[in-house]
């Protein structure tokens, strides 16, 4: 690939060098006897000129968005665009055309005097007159604009209907429709109609993520229907065997949830149903389907986010009763939490459950308090409690699958399941203590920061003592190893100042999450008291 591209630039030179260097370990590979420096890291010049061409495309982008007069693309198109420019073949006197408006003061002083132009559809393309129409909320001028997107769309569907080989002008259209859609946040009326015919033809892969991202724009109303009317036939005719087709409508649906959000907010009144409730309880079997199909990073980053989003919702409830909280599901947080045990999986979800916490607090409170907001049944609060216990358990007290602690679930591990694994456990060489494999010297997200964690605080201890220390500790660090250290000539520190500096060290570097959560669960961490017998604060429901 590298040789094809070399010719097809003429002998690059930073494409000869970077061959030069794959030619050391491939004798065999050609290379032209063109210019071009052995290949070098940091390549200075090389990053200069990419820094150069980023720089103008994004001026180039960003100056028709800011520059308050109409865009003109120039006498020479490569080819006919279905959108046109911006001309206004009829003004009266007392009127003036868009076209006269440069700078934003002329638009302000204007604005009441513009003529809108013959064409409203170059809104799509034109950032001035998309302002313009925006900021006109003119009915008349949404329904022309609408009836040009209604005929295009149309006469899409029926090519499509007639099997004629689909060109580029769909695509185009959708990604400038797009673009107007971002700037508006409002969906026009013929696409949600264009969508649900086109469904019926649509093959899931042309043109998906801009379909996506547009339906995303959805007004808000009864999730059921929508299911119902669109959902339903588009999950249909996206979801396959590909993880791709999963982690692409769950970003839909966290989308969705983002907008309709945004929407519940600003709304006066709130929607007769529960669209938010629906829509997470729908977008939890598919992150379940997720998780247990496409164990991955990847994937498991795509229901973090929609998990983060859902924890950014519920963020508002404490101030606004018309959204409530809205836990994740139960089975969703076990699986997040021993299927891809890494750092970041770990203080994304310990983060999210930690928001859960204190929005939590703050509705209880001040539904004792003031008797105003939704009140949460005990059980749905228990739920969530066992979250906490049995996190707590795992990380931080080291009684992984305990049951017999208030509200613990024990991870949702099966009775039977217990003893085989703990007898396995104890069996190994080394034998382990299967209650303790989660906590923060032995989860394998966590078991080398905490021994470097450990290994830092040696350091320190050489520094201020002025003279090595005896004996190093070699890892993972339990609590009678943390006496046995001090007795041969070790550091001396205690099991909860080791836990509490392993929290400020994991924080330290970005691993915030873990530490949110001890210290606003764990009841004495809340005082930032190091007391070895500390106790999960469950929340409390009830007077």
Not at 73 to 79: E, L, M, S
Not at 182 to 193: I, M, R
Not at 284 to 292: A, D, F
Not at 422 to 427: A, G, H, L, Q, V
Request: with cysteine; aromatic share 8%; glycine share 4%.
């Amino acid at each position: 690939m590298l040789l094809e591209i070399n010719r097809g630039f003429g002998s690059d030179p930073s494409l000869t060098g970077l061959l030069r260097l794959y030619k050391e370990y491939h004798p065999e590979i050609i290379v032209s006897s063109g210019r071009g420096a052995q290949f070098k890291y940091p390549d200075l010049e090389w990053r200069q000129r990419l820094r150069d061409i980023q720089e103008n495309a994004l001026s180039t982008e960003e100056q028709a968005e800011q520059i308050f007069q109409v865009t003109r693309n120039g006498v020479k198109r490569r080819r006919v665009d279905l959108v046109p420019e911006v001309h206004t073949h009829h003004v009266s006197e007392r009127s003036v055309a868009l076209e006269e408006v440069h700078g934003v003061n002329d638009f302000v002083e204007k604005f009441d005097r513009i003529e809108p132009p013959s064409q409203l559809i170059a809104a799509l393309d034109d950032p001035l007159l998309r302002t313009y129409v925006v900021l006109k909320q003119d009915e008349a001028a949404q329904r022309r604009l609408d009836n040009w997107l209604t005929l295009f769309l149309d006469s899409q569907l029926q090519a499509e209907a007639d099997g004629e080989e689909t060109s580029n002008d769909l695509h185009d259209i959708l990604n400038k429709l797009l673009k107007y859609t971002q700037y508006t946040k409002k969906l026009p009326p013929s696409f949600k109609d264009f969508v649900a015919k086109y469904l019926g033809v649509w093959n899931g892969q042309s043109n998906r993520n801009v379909v996506l991202e547009l339906l995303s724009f959805l007004s808000v109303e009864a999730f059921e229907d929508l299911q119902e009317s669109l959902f339903d036939n588009l999950e249909g005719a996206i979801l396959d065997d590909s993880r791709e087709s999963c982690t692409d409508l769950l970003s839909f649906y966290t989308k969705l949830l983002q907008n309709w959000t945004s929407n519940i907010l600003t709304m006066e009144e709130p929607p007769t149903s529960n669209p938010l409730g629906s829509l997470v309880s729908h977008a939890s079997s598919l992150i379940l389907r997720i998780l247990t199909t496409y164990p991955n990073i990847s994937a498991q980053a795509t229901v973090l986010h929609h998990l983060g989003t859902l924890a950014n919702t519920i963020s508002y409830a404490p101030t606004n009763p018309i959204i409530r909280i809205l836990t994740p599901s139960t089975k969703a947080i076990y699986l997040l939490s021993f299927l891809s045990p890494t750092t970041f999986t770990l203080s994304s979800l310990t983060s999210t459950l930690a928001i859960y916490k204190v929005k939590f607090e703050d509705c209880i409170a001040k539904q004792h308090a003031t008797g105003a907001g939704p009140e949460y049944p005990r059980p749905y609060v228990n739920e969530f409690n066992g979250f906490l216990m049995d996190i707590c358990n795992l990380i931080w007290r080291s009684r992984a699958f305990n049951t017999t602690d208030t509200n613990a679930l024990g991870c949702l591990l099966p009775v039977s399941v217990y003893p085989a694994l703990r007898r396995y456990t104890e069996n190994s060489s080394p034998p382990y203590a299967l209650q303790g494999l989660f906590s923060l010297s032995y989860h394998p997200a966590l078991a080398a920061l905490s021994i470097a964690a450990l290994r830092e605080m040696e350091d320190h201890a050489v520094e201020e003592q002025g003279e090595p220390i005896t004996e190093r500790h070699a890892g993972p660090v339990t609590q009678r190893s943390l006496a046995l250290l001090g007795q041969n000539g070790g550091i001396k520190v205690n099991w909860s100042d080791y836990r509490l500096e392993v929290l400020q060290w994991l924080a330290d570097r970005g691993v915030e999450g873990v530490r949110d959560l001890m210290f606003r669960t764990m009841k004495l961490l809340m005082t930032k008291s190091p007391v070895e017998a500390s106790t999960p604060q469950a929340l409390q429901v009830g007077r």
